[in-house]
């Protein structure tokens, strides 16, 4: 256990509609990251949170978005699905800027 | 931009042979470099890491990996493989910014252990 939860683990939703995933970063860990691992495009960065302020964009679509609150907990929404957008969500959280992320076990969207 | 590269996308072999998993990273400033495990329907769990030291670091279940300067690899090696060692495997180099470390991951090994 890595000590990153995300929930929920698994979500059936259709084109068109907006989800949100959820974040809790390990106790003390200040960043937050957003990486999405499809079978074609493998690992791809999102986006990372630190401390409630994005720090660094990765391959993030503009109909996705993402905060980091007060209590350090992320969300990553997802607008406007396409089939293309299923995949395994992971939030990763390290302490600061963390020379070691830690991974959770991910969120699997599938969109129908 | 930073680049990591596995150079084997599969790599089957016979339980108890060795086996190596190839990583090369380009960068010409310092980095820590991470392997990363995936077993099936799991998150990727922390293998084993360079930071500073000792270029050869080792992880609890008997795998290894020695950072190259001169050849910016990383290499993960494991003198005897097991059937649950059969997993996907990242390798991952951390650079520093002004933003906060930057993670790069690979696309990743996957190996598969064969009875």
């Known amino acids: 256990d890595s000590g990153v939860t995300q929930t929920p683990k698994h979500l059936i939703t259709a084109t068109g509609q907006r989800v949100t995933l959820r974040c809790s970063p390990r106790?003390?860990?200040?960043?937050v990251y957003w990486y999405q691992q499809s079978l074609d495009q493998g690992l791809q960065f999102l986006i990372q949170?630190?401390?409630?302020?994005?720090?660094a964009k990765g391959n993030i679509l503009e109909r996705f978005s993402a905060q980091q609150f007060p209590d350090l907990h992320s969300e990553l929404n997802l607008s406007s699905l396409e089939l293309g957008d299923s995949a395994l969500y992971f939030c990763?959280?390290?302490?600061?800027?963390?020379?070691?992320?830690?991974f959770g076990e991910g969120s699997w969207l599938t969109v129908v | 931009a930073q680049s990591v590269t596995q150079l084997d996308s599969q790599v089957p072999v016979f339980e108890e042979a060795p086996v190596e998993l190839r990583c090369n990273y380009s960068s010409s400033v310092s980095v820590y470099l991470f392997w990363y495990v995936q077993y099936p329907n799991q998150g990727l769990q922390l293998l084993l890491k360079y930071l500073s030291g000792s270029t050869l670091v080792e992880s609890i279940n008997g795998f290894e990996a020695e950072f190259n300067k001169s050849q910016t690899s990383f290499h993960l090696r494991k003198p005897s493989v097991h059937i649950s060692d059969t997993a996907e495997y990242f390798c991952?180099?951390?650079?520093?910014?002004?933003?906060?470390?930057?993670?790069?991951f690979g696309t990743g090994t996957s190996l598969t252990v064969i009875p």
């Open positions: 990763a959280s390290s302490v600061g800027g963390g020379d070691t992320i830690y």
């Open positions: 106790s003390g860990d200040l960043s």
């Open positions: 949170y630190y401390n409630g302020e994005e720090r």
């Open positions: 991952a180099v951390s650079r520093k910014t002004n933003t906060g470390n930057q993670f790069y």
